[in-house]
């Protein structure tokens, strides 16, 4: 179970504070939706260690996480855009989400081929991300997600912008890891997304 | 939950820190040295009586209006140049243009001097020309002249390179708005180009006005006399003809105080220049061009090329028949290879030294917070620019008191300071890639845990390929152009390349000279020449040559 209790972040000393009372059950995924600016990447942000919050816990099955560097806590974000090294070509991307020195042993490497594979991007390992679409980059970007196997996944708008069929492929994906129990929570704005992953809704 | 791996190796933040404050205080401590060291040598002396004298007054000002002057001419003449290589894009031979801008700053000033005696000297082709042309014109290389001729020769090429990166950060939406509106004349260059401009330009004078007040061997072999000698070669003159430390160490003082609080009034304004173009712009738009603007365009750029080239020509064709004699082929060499050997001896270790240090010093300004700790690694850039590299250089001989007759100490402290002094330029060369790792993937990284070696390895490596080779080449042919610090502590028997070219000219051997200069041209060729065939990554594989980066493309 996540629990983020009393949260509390302000980017700036004269800014609007936002305070953050969350709970979602192991294997749920939880939907956040509200306008632009209404703090869904902020809480996403904060639960991923890339922000500090003033005060509050985070706590992942009762162990407190907030205290945790990013690299510690046991989540994996997916964002909008910007998810992939530019440098580095797919197979990179996604081994170093498995070992960050991209030391990978053979069933490691087979496993990234054959995920590869599973999401219609066979033979795409050595391209670089500036050479796919938007929809093929989000599923390296989702790939690389899912095989870190991490219990919580945080998607911030990760569909926002892409075809119809891209959807379908990466609600698949995303439906295929809730059913493995993995926790989620969604910031989306968009109705048939949450519609589609969410068992929880919740209005900023 | 992801199978748990050991920390990453130098995943400490320390290693991040550490080296960078460790090497900028050593800087620090050894200018401090330095300094101290000339003081105490000095004893009592009677320094108030010293800076009252009209000696010292002289060459103050003439330090400061040389440099000033030479700040205006170069500035004057880089805006067009830079103005008329942005707005023309298309015409061949534009790549070997910026490259000819690029060498201007590694060109080694007494080769680049002998090239400029070749064209504007008293038998030089220039001076031949206005003679035919106007008899009793009275022009005269040495002097104010010629100090301020090699200035604009070496820092309008620099200036002229950073301008047109100021230019080329103009973002693709505002020129097309710009291009759509038909913005012309005053306008254009309020709408478009000031705003690039205006926030390089102070850095960029300051730059050029420290290179110029530093400036010493174009002093050297152009001015000299007691009426045009700056600090920089009044310090030469007294540590190494009239050994007055104490003379020295308050020329240096001055030094110090006016180029210091010159980057202190810049830094309080958060400016900064960069030397090299870190990123690459979608096709930009075309802007309304008047009638005779292309016309202008393209005499402004063929005069510019004229007066870079000539010098370089000069050397070459004057050098050419030094290195293929016809009858005795082996004496020229005797000399030659073994000072290039010796050159590369001190500038291969300096220039590997310089961008280590640049690299950890970045690594350090970004891990620093608080304002003294972030000062240290700062100051790694600045300091070598405005210390005199004599002055580290005799704190340190005083300090360590190496034995005499053995040059491989002389020359490890030689290569010491000169890797030291080539640090602000590979420093530049390398900060826009370090800080063009972006906070969306510094973040990614972050989570996937690619930390310490790891980062270095796959995020960092791949992108600083290509600018670690710049920068070594760089670092390399600074030191291996540097007539500085050698000077001070080289024997004159074994002479670097450089000693061996002012020692020719020196005796007046012009010819071999000539030889001397276009060998060691040849030879930094080849240095940029190997050390840029290092490939990117992405070119390695697939997609051949670096695309410029698409924007995103939003919902």
Same mark, same amino acid.
């Given at each position: 179970? =996540?629990?983020?209790?009393?949260?509390?972040?302000?980017?700036?000393?004269?800014?609007?504070?936002?305070?953050?009372?969350?709970?979602?059950?192991?294997?749920?995924?939880?939907?956040?939706?509200?306008?632009?600016?209404?703090?869904?990447?902020?809480?996403?942000?904060?639960?991923?260690?890339?922000?500090?919050?003033?005060?509050?816990?985070?706590?992942?099955?009762?162990?407190?996480?907030?205290?945790?560097?990013?690299?510690?806590?046991?989540?994996?974000?997916?964002?909008?855009?910007?998810? =992939?090294? $530019?440098? =580095?070509?797919?197979?990179?991307?996604?081994?170093?989400?498995?070992?960050?020195?991209?030391?990978?042993?053979?069933?490691?490497?087979?496993?990234?081929?054959?995920?590869?594979?599973?999401?219609? =991007?066979?033979?795409?390992?050595?391209?670089?991300?500036? $050479?796919?679409?938007?929809?093929?980059?989000?599923?390296?970007?989702?790939?690389?997600?899912?095989?870190?196997?991490?219990?919580?996944?945080?998607?911030? $708008?990760?569909?926002?912008?892409?075809?119809?069929?891209?959807?379908?492929?990466?609600?698949?994906?995303?439906?295929?890891?809730?059913?493995?129990?993995?926790?989620?929570?969604?910031?989306?704005?968009?109705?048939?997304?949450?519609?589609?992953?969410?068992?929880?809704?919740?209005?900023? | 939950?992801?199978?748990?791996?050991?920390?990453?190796?130098?995943?400490?933040?320390?290693?991040?820190?550490?080296?960078?404050?460790? %090497?900028?205080?050593?800087?620090?401590?050894?200018?401090?040295?330095?300094?101290?060291?000339?003081?105490?040598?000095?004893?009592?002396?009677?320094?108030?009586?010293?800076?009252?004298?009209?000696?010292?007054?002289?060459?103050?000002?003439?330090?400061?209006?040389?440099?000033?002057?030479?700040?205006?001419?170069?500035?004057?003449?880089?805006?067009?140049?830079?103005?008329?290589?942005?707005?023309?894009?298309?015409?061949?031979?534009?790549?070997?243009?910026?490259?000819?801008?690029?060498?201007?700053?590694?060109?080694?000033? %007494?080769?680049?001097?002998?090239?400029?005696?070749?064209?504007?000297?008293?038998?030089?082709?220039?001076?031949?020309?206005?003679?035919?042309?106007?008899?009793?014109?009275?022009?005269?290389?040495?002097?104010?002249?010629?100090?301020?001729?090699?200035?604009?020769?070496?820092?309008?090429?620099?200036?002229?390179?950073?301008?047109?990166?100021?230019?080329?950060?103009?973002?693709?939406?505002?020129?097309?708005?710009?291009?759509?509106?038909?913005?012309?004349?005053?306008?254009?260059?309020?709408?478009?180009?000031?705003?690039?401009?205006?926030?390089?330009?102070?850095?960029?004078?300051?730059?050029?006005?420290?290179?110029?007040?530093?400036?010493?061997?174009?002093?050297?072999?152009?001015?000299?006399?007691?009426?045009?000698?700056?600090?920089?070669?009044?310090?030469?003159?007294?540590?190494?003809?009239?050994?007055?430390?104490?003379?020295?160490?308050?020329?240096?003082?001055?030094?110090?105080?006016?180029?210091?609080?010159?980057?202190?009034?810049?830094?309080?304004?958060?400016?900064?220049?960069?030397?090299?173009?870190?990123?690459?712009?979608?096709?930009?738009?075309?802007?309304?061009?008047?009638?005779?603007?292309?016309?202008?365009?393209?005499?402004?750029?063929?005069?510019?090329?004229?007066?870079?080239?000539?010098?370089?020509?000069?050397?070459?064709?004057?050098?050419?028949?030094?290195?293929?004699?016809?009858?005795?082929? %082996?004496?020229?060499y005797?000399q030659l290879l073994p000072a290039t050997a010796r050159s590369l001896l001190i500038a291969v270790?300096?220039?590997?030294?310089?961008?280590?240090?640049?690299?950890?010093?970045?690594?350090?300004?970004?891990?620093?917070?608080?304002?003294?700790?972030?000062?240290?690694?700062?100051?790694?850039?600045?300091?070598?620019?405005?210390?005199?590299?004599?002055?580290?250089?005799?704190?340190?001989?005083?300090?360590?008191?190496?034995?005499?007759?053995?040059?491989?100490?002389?020359w490890?402290?030689?290569?010491?300071?000169?890797?030291?002094?080539?640090?602000?330029?590979?420093?530049?060369?390398?900060?826009?890639?370090?800080?063009?790792?972006?906070?969306?993937?510094?973040?990614?990284?972050?989570?996937?845990?690619?930390?310490?070696?790891?980062?270095?390895?796959?995020?960092?490596?791949?992108?600083?390929?290509?600018? %670690?080779?710049?920068?070594?080449?760089?670092?390399?042919?600074?030191?291996l152009?540097?007539?500085?610090?050698?000077?001070?502590?080289?024997?004159?028997?074994q002479p670097t390349l450089?000693?061996?070219?002012?020692?020719?000219?020196?005796?007046?051997?012009?010819?071999?000279?000539?030889?001397?200069?276009?060998?060691?041209?040849?030879v930094?060729?080849?240095?940029?020449?190997?050390?840029?065939?290092?490939?990117?990554?992405?070119?390695?594989?697939?997609?051949?040559?670096?695309?410029?980066?698409?924007?995103?493309?939003?919902?």
């Amino acid at each position: 179970m =996540l629990e983020i209790n009393q949260l509390c972040f302000r980017y700036a000393p004269n800014e609007t504070q936002w305070r953050f009372n969350i709970t979602v059950p192991k294997g749920q995924c939880l939907a956040i939706q509200g306008p632009s600016g209404s703090g869904k990447s902020t809480l996403l942000s904060l639960i991923a260690g890339f922000l500090s919050p003033d005060e509050g816990q985070i706590f992942w099955d009762q162990h407190p996480i907030h205290t945790l560097y990013p690299w510690q806590r046991p989540v994996t974000s997916v964002f909008q855009e910007h998810n =992939l090294f $530019e440098h =580095l070509d797919v197979f990179s991307n996604i081994g170093l989400g498995i070992h960050p020195g991209l030391k990978l042993t053979p069933s490691q490497r087979k496993a990234i081929d054959s995920g590869l594979e599973r999401t219609g =991007l066979a033979g795409f390992g050595a391209r670089m991300p500036g $050479e796919l679409s938007g929809g093929q980059r989000q599923r390296v970007a989702l790939l690389r997600a899912l095989l870190r196997q991490q219990p919580i996944l945080l998607l911030d $708008e990760p569909m926002t912008g892409l075809d119809p069929e891209t959807r379908a492929i990466l609600y698949d994906m995303v439906l295929e890891e809730k059913q493995r129990g993995v926790t989620m929570l969604l910031a989306s704005h968009d109705n048939e997304e949450r519609r589609t992953l969410a068992d929880i809704q919740w209005n900023l | 939950m992801a199978n748990e791996v050991q920390a990453p190796p130098f995943s400490h933040p320390r290693w991040q820190l550490w080296p960078g404050l460790v %090497i900028g205080s050593g800087l620090l401590l050894l200018a401090g040295l330095g300094l101290g060291s000339l003081l105490q040598a000095s004893g009592a002396s009677d320094a108030g009586r010293l800076l009252a004298g009209s000696y010292f007054q002289n060459v103050i000002r003439f330090t400061l209006w040389q440099a000033f002057l030479s700040v205006i001419l170069s500035l004057g003449i880089a805006l067009p140049v830079a103005f008329a290589l942005n707005r023309f894009r298309a015409f061949p031979g534009r790549a070997l243009v910026l490259r000819l801008l690029e060498l201007s700053l590694v060109l080694p000033t %007494i080769v680049a001097v002998s090239g400029l005696i070749a064209v504007f000297g008293r038998q030089g082709w220039f001076t031949a020309l206005l003679d035919a042309g106007l008899p009793g014109h009275g022009w005269n290389l040495y002097g104010l002249n010629g100090i301020l001729l090699a200035h604009v020769f070496f820092n309008a090429p620099l200036a002229a390179r950073i301008l047109l990166q100021a230019l080329e950060t103009v973002p693709a939406p505002r020129l097309r708005v710009a291009s759509q509106l038909g913005l012309h004349g005053w306008w254009l260059w309020r709408a478009v180009h000031w705003p690039a401009l205006k926030p390089v330009l102070p850095g960029l004078a300051a730059l050029v006005f420290t290179l110029c007040f530093t400036s010493f061997a174009i002093i050297m072999t152009l001015g000299g006399g007691p009426r045009t000698t700056t600090l920089e070669v009044a310090i030469y003159q007294a540590l190494r003809f009239e050994f007055d430390f104490t003379q020295a160490a308050l020329f240096a003082l001055c030094q110090l105080a006016i180029c210091g609080s010159l980057w202190f009034l810049v830094f309080r304004k958060r400016l900064d220049t960069a030397f090299m173009p870190n990123r690459q712009l979608s096709q930009p738009a075309s802007l309304v061009r008047g009638k005779w603007f292309g016309v202008a365009c393209g005499l402004v750029l063929a005069a510019f090329i004229v007066f870079l080239m000539t010098p370089l020509v000069a050397i070459a064709v004057r050098g050419l028949p030094a290195l293929i004699p016809m009858n005795e082929p %082996i004496a020229l060499y005797h000399q030659l290879l073994p000072a290039t050997a010796r050159s590369l001896l001190i500038a291969v270790p300096a220039g590997v030294g310089a961008v280590a240090v640049a690299l950890l010093t970045l690594a350090a300004a970004n891990r620093a917070s608080g304002r003294w700790l972030a000062v240290i690694p700062a100051m790694t850039g600045y300091l070598p620019l405005i210390v005199p590299p004599l002055v580290l250089g005799t704190g340190l001989f005083i300090f360590l008191k190496p034995q005499l007759g053995n040059p491989m100490q002389g020359w490890s402290l030689v290569a010491l300071i000169n890797g030291l002094m080539a640090v602000p330029f590979t420093l530049q060369v390398l900060r826009g890639p370090v800080s063009s790792l972006d906070s969306a993937s510094k973040n990614q990284a972050d989570q996937l845990g690619v930390l310490g070696w790891y980062r270095w390895r796959w995020l960092y490596w791949p992108i600083l390929r290509r600018p %670690i080779a710049l920068a070594l080449a760089y670092g390399i042919a600074l030191s291996l152009g540097d007539f500085g610090v050698i000077a001070l502590f080289g024997s004159p028997g074994q002479p670097t390349l450089p000693v061996l070219l002012y020692q020719q000219l020196g005796s007046y051997r012009m010819t071999e000279a000539a030889g001397t200069g276009l060998w060691l041209l040849l030879v930094l060729i080849s240095i940029f020449a190997s050390l840029s065939g290092v490939s990117s990554p992405s070119s390695g594989k697939g997609s051949g040559a670096i695309k410029p980066v698409p924007e995103p493309d939003h919902a």
